[in-house]
């Protein structure tokens, strides 16, 4: 290190040293301009358009002792980010019956309509959480909720597992805090706990039973205000003995039913006792209370508010939704502490103590830090601007020596930023300005998107370090074509390139195409191992009209048309692809409007005894209201666009509530049948959402059968097979749909967990025909031979039926006896005529 370079530093440190003590004192001195600024705590406040907008709905009233420190610490986390709440009031302490309730939910929806008004929503305390849960999906299903206050763990897990919420539970530390006075008073052995009648009252006092059986040396009194009024209550407390501790709980209702404020109760207590009062929830400073250990509510909801911020960008929450380990502070009077003789030292280390008489140093000594910062900034900045002075000629020379280097830097970084890092070919960004600034309407050009064909498999089959190496080959390969011949090529994305061919319209069959189809196609070899790859490639060519970053948008939706015609190929853009591209947006919205506006409805087609021709089930098949939309046509866009897990709950509840109408109505149940597509094994919770629906629509689950394809039951995956037997325990049997259409190997029916295969239509079409039907017939007896029984689909003609029923099929399902009907119509339905 050179002389002139250490002088350098060291006069960057004393120019830093200096403006940190400076900023420092100037710390220190806006303690004494600001300290009673109380938005000063808060950070800085947002001065840009609101960008949210959340409803608070508090389960009390404002004069609640936890609603002030709530809603401070909620707008410690919302006014830096522009989000504004507004608050409701449930008044839960003296309006909590049903009649109460459904007065509030009227004046709810009358005044209030959480989902276009508000983004998010916000819950304080058990009666609001209660409230939400009872109009969930009324008022406020898809609506980000964040819950805070919760005394029930109960409620709390419900509302997690249940209703998609998140939140905060919140602890009581009442034996904390009677155990802490035993430790801060061994000399006391009596403890009074006052109490009321309300859940968090006794809760209180189940706890405060908790720790009398536990500490069998001291005695423990019970004062419930709820059977007093509060004239005998003062009574109460000048009886307790002066060597007792007041154990001060939830104790706001008497027995009148009159709700008392904090405030009041307290000043109660305090004028009608000498004994040490302590208590666990947090109140004010002065109130004559030796101490308390509770809940720090500024804390939690400043954590709850921060969640809130997360979710309304579009974040998930770094924690677990359900937060149990609250925050809490524990704070004691010193003039209490000196009354009663407590040492501060025996208080918890993170003990605050109040009301202590300040000392000379107390309301003086904030001067002196903020005075030596300052005496040594400036020694700081006369020692920088001296070494400055010296440093004064050698620096201009620097920078004439840095000139070119600068230069030099400039010229790497735009590289940098114009190239791809790891391929060192024009990035997305570049290759799109390129494309503006050099392409117009009179340029004849094609846009190529290509895009490897199952490169993900190479990934997790050989790791990533060797499919980075096989890209970087391939994209060199590519390169070189498109330097001989003045294409401009960049990387798109992942395992996507981006070609521009001058001067040519091409299409599938052109040979520019069939050569990068066969650079893709060359076997790799990578040691021991030959690796196979294909792409995929979308073609658009310049037509006079349309932009270059259309093209762009154009060759991308033909790549994925290249995909779904198999891969390996290339597909030429035109209008008729751009018409199917509109035509599948048009079904998707009105699919996600039925989602939204209960725009599904199910059909039910009989099942019947071959024998008795009897009902013995139904099929349930979803329709859409929407019109000239069919099954063929919205179930596959639904499984393209990951939706099915979605459709089979709208569809499950569909069906179980149907069964609880049919019960409603006096007529017997008969088992409904269930569609389940293999993609819906992403949807984890499908069996709980089943067992709630069961359970809350009170139906046996013998009533309910799934039906899975035969593809699900081979794959045999520790996933499915975890979902059979959690089928099996509510009682749901599983039927083996489409039998017929795939594998179609009785082999495997021994052990797979059926108790009904569908024999497809397309089966019954092939085999029931002269010469073939004995196979039909044979493959009847097989599966009886295994125990389970056959339902034979698609049956449409008499003669079938009777075959059938020679044959001894167990049940036929088809259009001779019935099309999918209306669920009056199937529940009545009689098959006897025929």
């Not at 406020?140 to 905060?168: C, E, H, Q, W």
């Not at 709208?650 to 569609?675: C, F, H, M």
Request: net charge negative; with cysteine.
């Amino acid at each position: 290190m050179t002389k002139k370079s250490a002088l350098q530093k060291i006069r960057i440190v004393f120019i830093i040293l200096s403006v940190l003590c400076l900023v420092v004192a100037v710390l220190f001195l806006r303690q004494f301009v600001t300290k009673d600024d109380k938005s000063s705590m808060n950070g800085s406040l947002y001065k840009g358009e609101v960008q949210h907008r959340v409803l608070l709905i508090a389960s009390y009233n404002s004069q609640y002792f936890t609603f002030d420190p709530q809603v401070r610490g909620l707008k410690k986390s919302f006014e830096s980010h522009g989000i504004e709440f507004d608050c409701v009031f449930m008044d839960a302490k003296k309006n909590k019956s049903p009649h109460d309730i459904s007065i509030f939910h009227d004046y709810f929806i009358q005044r209030i309509n959480p989902k276009e008004s508000y983004d998010g929503l916000l819950l304080a305390d058990d009666e609001a959480v209660k409230f939400v849960m009872q109009y969930y999906n009324e008022l406020f299903k898809d609506i980000p909720t964040i819950f805070f206050g919760v005394n029930s763990m109960t409620l709390a897990r419900m509302a997690v597992d249940r209703y998609d919420m998140s939140g905060y539970y919140e602890n009581d530390y009442l034996v904390d805090t009677i155990e802490l006075a035993m430790k801060l008073m061994p000399e006391r052995k009596k403890f009074y706990g006052i109490h009321d009648n309300s859940p968090a009252g006794l809760a209180d006092m189940v706890l405060f039973n908790r720790v009398k059986n536990d500490h069998r040396d001291y005695e423990f009194y019970e004062i419930n205000v709820a059977t007093m009024p509060y004239e005998e209550l003062k009574k109460e407390l000048t009886a307790i003995p002066d060597d007792a501790v007041l154990i001060y709980m939830t104790c706001f209702t008497d027995s009148e039913k009159r709700f008392h404020s904090t405030n009041e109760t307290t000043n109660i207590i305090v004028n009608s006792t000498n004994v040490p009062i302590i208590r666990n929830f947090l109140s004010g400073d002065t109130d004559g209370v030796l101490g308390s250990i509770a809940v720090d509510f500024e804390i939690q909801c400043e954590l709850a508010g921060n969640d809130m911020v997360r979710l309304l960008d579009g974040h998930k929450l770094e924690h677990p939704a359900l937060e149990v380990n609250a925050s809490y502070n524990s704070r004691f009077d010193y003039e209490k502490l000196k009354k009663y003789g407590i040492k501060e030292t025996d208080l918890p280390e993170d003990a605050v103590v109040y009301n202590r008489p300040l000392s000379f140093f107390d309301r003086y000594g904030n001067i002196f830090p903020p005075v030596g910062m300052i005496f040594l900034s400036m020694i700081f900045l006369t020692m920088a601007v001296f070494i400055t002075v010296l440093l004064g000629l050698a620096a201009n020379e620097e920078l004439r020596k840095s000139k070119n280097e600068l230069e030099e830097s400039q010229k790497k970084l735009k590289y940098q930023a114009e190239h791809d890092d790891f391929l060192d070919i024009l990035n997305r960004r570049s290759a799109v300005n390129y494309l503006r600034e050099n392409l117009s309407l009179k340029h004849i050009y094609s846009i190529l998107m290509i895009d490897i064909d199952n490169f993900k498999d190479v990934n997790e089959t050989y790791g990533h370090q060797l499919a980075d190496e096989i890209l970087k080959y391939l994209s060199h390969a590519l390169e070189n074509i498109a330097s001989k011949r003045d294409w401009m090529i960049s990387r798109y994305g992942g395992d996507e390139f981006l070609l521009m061919v001058p001067h040519e319209g091409l299409d599938e069959n052109s040979e520019t195409i069939k050569e990068i189809l066969e650079l893709f196609r060359k076997p790799i070899h990578v040691g021991d191992e030959t690796i196979i790859l294909s792409c995929s490639i979308g073609i658009s060519v310049s037509d006079g009209v349309t932009m270059p970053d259309q093209h762009i948008i154009n060759s991308e939706i033909a790549m994925y048309e290249a995909k779904q015609r198999g891969r390996n190929k290339a597909f030429k853009y035109s209008d008729e692809l751009k018409k199917k591209v509109r035509e599948e947006n048009k079904i998707k919205a009105k699919i996600l409007d039925a989602f939204e506006n209960d725009g599904f409805f199910m059909l039910y087609q009989p099942q019947i005894d071959a024998n008795t021709k009897a009902v013995t089930g139904y099929e349930a098949l979803v329709r859409m209201k929407a019109e000239v939309l069919y099954p063929n046509t919205f179930i596959p866009i639904i499984e393209a666009s990951g939706w099915i897990g979605r459709l089979g709950r709208v569809t499950t509840e569909l069906v179980i509530r149907q069964l609880a109408t049919w019960r409603d109505q006096g007529y017997e149940l008969k088992p409904v049948s269930i569609n389940y597509s293999s993609n819906q094994l992403g949807d984890t919770g499908y069996v709980d959402f089943i067992k709630e629906l069961l359970s809350r629509y009170n139906i046996s689950g013998e009533f309910i059968e799934i039906e899975i394809t035969e593809g699900l039951f081979l794959e045999r995956t520790e996933q499915a097979e975890k979902l059979f037997d959690q089928f099996r325990e509510l009682g749901i049997r599983l039927l083996m749909d489409d039998f017929g259409t795939g594998y179609s190997s009785l082999g495997y029916l021994t052990y797979i967990p059926v108790d009904y295969v569908k024999v497809d239509k397309s089966f019954v079409d092939t085999y029931l025909v002269d010469g073939k039907e004995t196979f039909l017939e044979d493959v009847i007896k097989l599966v009886h031979d295994i125990d389970k029984q056959v339902i034979i689909e698609g049956v449409e003609e008499k003669w079938q039926f009777e075959k059938l029923k020679e044959f001894n099929a167990d049940k036929i399902q088809g259009y001779y006896f019935s099309k999918p009907i209306k669920p009056e119509e199937a529940i009545v339905f009689d098959a006897g005529d025929k």
